[in-house]
């Protein structure tokens, strides 16, 4: 599955590839104080936001991992799916939302889902509507500013193990979905979870989604994601007659046609512009009152940096980690061919130091 949908970014990989200079080894960063995280540094051998953001998808090899797949049938008569992997009872858990159509299959899923299992954790990969290998029944989706959905899955996984600590990171779109939420919420989302994460989120969705409709981006990320939100759209717009413009669907090249074609119509927005203002976790970080953790890469290509808040821009709460590397999504490390423990091991400290 995750080979399938990222073929299509082969090619845009070899260009690359054969474009970048050769960089010398950086010099080494000095060992951090005790309880300090290492900081984030690239490998040598891998320069630049699209060729770590593409290599690390495409290329570097994650670990198995085996899901207990759950279906929860919802009151208005649609259904979410969690694919769970299971640790020791009492444990804590760590839900993690997934990026624009992610799923528990992709790259960063396999990572984290890895290192909850083998520290006896609990885990599960919470899918959003549509994304879990079936079409929901509803005439709607999934959409960046969701805080509605994201509490209903965490009540849900909290219903399950009310007593053990929960964790909760989002990942891109997951990441402004959950931050939203968080922000939304301010203490009361105590009452669900102890400490938040969010990974490479378009926390400005209309500076994220002006630079993935230009140039480069255009061409290869948005182009790779709008083929299969299109198919999906055009079902929708078939399963319900009237609802969606198919034509002007089938036609659409960037996330701001898609955006007010598909996603505000579904969810009660103008069009893209209102979506992306309205939706945008950035205007809510101030009001989050639980440790939470955002890591973005001064050169993730989705986000331009200019568009990143800085510490006045948050809460006390909230830790901003922003290195300027790392691509989207990605953070490779070590020697060639390369891995992405770096991001999950992170991740886990900060959910470990509630422990500590």
Known sequence: MRAGRLACLGLAFTAIMAAMPVHAAPSLPLAPAPNVPDPYVAPAWLPGGHLQTIYTSLIISVPPV????????????????????????????????????????????????????????????????????????????????????????????????????LYAVGVSLGGNALLRWLGESGEAAADLVGRAAAVSAPLDLTAAGNALDQGFNRSVYTARFLVTLKAKALRKAAQFPGTLDADAIAAATTFREFDTLVTARLHGYRDAGDYWLRASAKPVLPAISIPTLVINARNDPFLPSAALPAAADVSPSVTLEQPETGGHVAFPSGPFPGNIDWLPRRLMKHFDAQHR
């Open 66 to 165: 085996t899901y207990r797949r759950e279906r929860l049938e919802l009151d208005d008569g649609d259904f979410l799916d969690f694919d769970w992997v299971d640790g020791t009872p009492g444990q804590p858990v760590v839900v993690l939302f997934h990026g624009l159509e992610g799923d528990s299959s992709s790259h960063y899923a396999h990572d984290l889902m890895s290192h909850v299992r083998q520290k006896g954790w609990n885990g599960v990969v919470a899918h959003f509507r549509g994304c879990s290998g079936e079409d929901n029944r509803l005439p709607r989706a999934y959409f960046a500013g969701d805080s509605a959905e994201i509490e209903r899955i965490l009540r849900h996984v909290k219903g399950h193990t009310p007593d053990a600590p």
